[in-house]
């Protein structure tokens, strides 16, 4: 369901948000709803890159994981042999 909302903005950014969807072929309500869907899934994106760098900075990963990961993913197990 759609809800209808009044925002007021000044009168140049309504100008260029009706310009650019006049380029895009669209709608000014449909320019500013993907405008905040994206402004919110980069806001998401900027909280879980948050969150996974302060999880290693609780418990940094020990440099011989790193080592033993690059030698493990370096082999090849039988079962993926091409022969």
Do not use: F, H
């Not at 948000?17 to 709608?27: K, P």
């Not at 302060?54 to 370096?74: H, I, N, T």
Request: net charge positive; aromatic share 6%; hydrophobic share 40%.
């Amino acid at each position: 369901m759609m809800k209808v909302i009044q925002v007021p903005m000044d009168e140049k950014l309504v100008r260029a948000v009706n310009r650019e969807a006049r380029a895009l072929r669209s709608t000014r309500a449909a320019l500013i709803r993907a405008a905040c869907e994206d402004y919110l899934r980069r806001i998401a994106e900027q909280e879980l890159d948050r969150r996974y760098v302060e999880g290693y900075r609780r418990k940094p990963e020990k440099s011989d994981w790193g080592k033993m990961g690059a030698k493990m993913a370096a082999q090849v197990l039988p079962e993926e042999r091409w022969e």
